[in-house]
């Protein structure tokens, strides 16, 4: 059975070629464009991960971490971060706000597979 992965991003293109390097192993995607659309979509789509941002208008990724972890339907829910911003502060912030891995962009398909398939 294909997984659902929720992808969010406020770049169209980031967003496309992340949902292409998933497709291409099987995974089913969902995509976003900042942490409000994240948690619209999140309440009509059930997703086996995400995949996240940082630095996104609207709401950021570590608020929609926060949100999400808010709800323990979504407690094991695994989430990723996917952020160009590679200083300590932020790897710490996101994995205080609750992401289960943090992966610095421009990130190859292989280790973003790798990634998800090791939390799913």
Known sequence: MKKPVLIVDDCGTTRKLLSYMIREKGYVT????????????????????VLTDLNMPQMDGIELVK???????????????????????DKETAFEAGVTAFLIKPVTPKKLVEEIEKLL
């Open 67 to 89: 949100n999400i972890r808010a709800n323990e339907v979504y407690e094991g829910l695994p989430i990723i971060m996917i952020t160009t911003e590679s200083g300590e502060l």
């Open 30 to 49: 969902v995509t976003a464009d900042n942490g409000i659309d994240a948690l619209e979509k999140l309440a009509t789509n059930p997703v086996d991960l």
